[in-house]
């Protein structure tokens, strides 16, 4: 186990926790196979070996971890967030048409739309019966009331998207759909399998839920000022797909007349012609909105580090504190 | 309360169960609500509001008040079955790139793609909350494990429907998928909310299953010997969208190499031409597999009233025997 300083955080709690992480890696790989229709494990397994980061069963095995738990049902509910996370991909990338998915092109590309709506589907049925194996009511409770709000929040930002009246409120109700609702699932069920103290369950959710939204915040921002060599993204591209997000929406509630109208026209109505996203940047640096826009990740990096303050001194708390760190580390 | 000899066993049911179902619909509209992002209840509306018979949150109702419940718990379960159902459509509708559903446009027709997927997400993830409302982990345990039975059984359908090495075997369990495992799970939750013996739970288990592939051959028969007026449907719609379903199988099965070289071309590679059909139709004939589909489906009736003697002698009993025949009764 190399647990060298010099690696990131993410490697690190990977290290750390790796004899679980093989078990949920073993059983993903186990439910996601079908007797009877191998589009099955055909679909998922051009997504599941993908190998994402696996950043959220990571966070159930850490915080079931950290809070003393020592049974096998952080496995099933790591692999239970991985499916779910892994159904939500397969059904964002038929919503948004998507071609490309990890630098490698995606299922409804390779397949069809179809096969990523039923294997996504098929998927999220897995993950219940995973889930309700702990049989745990409160994990299934949470786990419910997570799924509820990350499909609220994905039909909520494809009509709120092009919408110049969505605010700040809306689009942290978009980001908790997208993003924090499952990350604050997976730290939250890990404490409530461990039998946690409530205050450490709140400061799991917590947590959960402000890494989730400064991650999100973050990777908003780098579409507007990233190294594409870096993230793997063009600079503007939500800009040309016409979505709203927090360095527009700062803009916007304090652009003129004029200004607004500009935004009316490329946002919402999706008449872009060259030079626009040149202005659609001097607007934002006219009003700082970047800059405001990192304000914000930071905030919501440091609220994740507070939360932490409730929880056993452990390891991994330094892990997950750093890890917070690691996921604004790259605007500053 | 109407009851008149003269009235079809599913209508019987409804004013039999007049006032759970009155519940069911309430809890309907209030949980499709969504009080951020209104394309929710638009969509579910459109789609809840066409008026469906509403047969598998009956068959749940049923099932309890015959079991002597009277709690609330099985209008919650009624509800979760009728969201797991319009879920599933809306992402049929999607699969199958339907333009009607029920006489009226379907949602991915009048919205998009994207609002039928998303809203069938939403509409899942609504039934799970319903469902984990109800303290009960065995009807949890059933209800995901019908999840992953009707999404393994759409995934299944999706490869196998053109793909002429397609078994009776493989297509029943693409008729559990699609159809039967919603209507067992509907009417197992019932006799377990109720408390009922487990003889009494299997009984209703057995019912619903083979009530719903009785319903499920019924239909597919229909699409070739069915009167377009009264179906809505016209005569081999099936064909030419290449579904192989039982009448075909059964024809394959026992086909000539010539014949088979016909549903090679016809069936695998649609490469359809007029006249197809009506040759298609006397190789049925010639084989007499509408006959055997005709068998098949009586017999699947006749199991789904012998589940019924295991359970108590009650009015709703009656109804179900007769909703038995009646399943049935439109080939005879």
Redesign the interface.
């Known amino acids: 186990m190399d647990t060298s300083l010099a690696q990131k955080p993410h490697e690190l709690l990977a290290a750390t926790l790796a004899d679980g992480m093989a078990a949920v890696n073993e059983l993903i790989r186990t439910r996601m196979a079908?007797e009877?229709?191998?589009?099955?494990p055909e679909v998922t397994a051009h997504l599941v070996e993908a190998g994402g980061k696996r950043l959220r069963p990571m966070l159930t095995l850490a915080a079931a971890q950290m809070c003393g738990y020592q049974g096998e049902h952080a496995v099933r509910l790591a692999a239970t967030v991985e499916f779910i996370h892994t159904a939500t991909l397969l059904?964002d990338d038929?919503?948004d048409e998507s071609a490309q998915r990890r630098g490698r092109p995606t299922a409804n590309l390779l397949w069809d739309?179809?096969?990523s709506?039923?294997?996504g589907?098929?998927l999220?049925?897995?993950s219940?019966?995973l889930m309700?194996e702990t049989?745990s009511?409160r994990v299934?409770?949470i786990?419910?009331?997570a799924?509820?709000t990350?499909?609220?929040g994905?039909?909520?930002q494809?009509?709120a998207a092009t919408d110049l009246k969505t605010d700040e409120s809306?689009y942290l109700?978009v980001v908790r759909g997208k993003t924090a609702a499952l990350f604050s699932a997976a730290t939250e069920v890990g404490g409530v399998i461990a039998g946690a103290p409530e205050e450490q369950v709140k400061a799991l959710f917590d947590y959960g839920d402000a890494l989730g939204i400064a991650f999100q915040i973050a990777d908003d921002l780098l579409d507007y000022q990233g190294d594409s060599k870096a993230t793997g993204k063009n600079v503007g591209d939500d800009f040309r797909e016409r979505k709203l997000t927090l360095p527009v929406i700062k803009a916007v509630a304090q652009a003129t007349d004029e200004e607004r109208a500009f935004w009316t026209r490329t946002i919402e109505k999706g008449r872009q012609t060259d030079g626009d996203l040149e202005h659609a940047l001097e607007l934002m640096a006219k009003y700082g909105t970047l800059d405001a826009t990192r304000d914000d990740a930071n905030g919501w990096a440091n609220k994740a580090k507070q939360s932490l303050q409730a929880l056993p001194d452990h390891p991994i708390r330094q892990m997950l504190h750093d890890l917070a760190d690691y996921v604004v580390a790259r605007l500053n």
């Open positions: 079908s009877h229709a191998p589009r099955i059904h038929v919503v739309n179809k096969s709506v039923l294997v589907d098929y999220f049925s897995r219940f019966q309700v049989g009511l299934l409770d786990l419910a009331n799924s509820a990350i499909a609220e994905e039909v909520l494809m009509t809306v109700q």
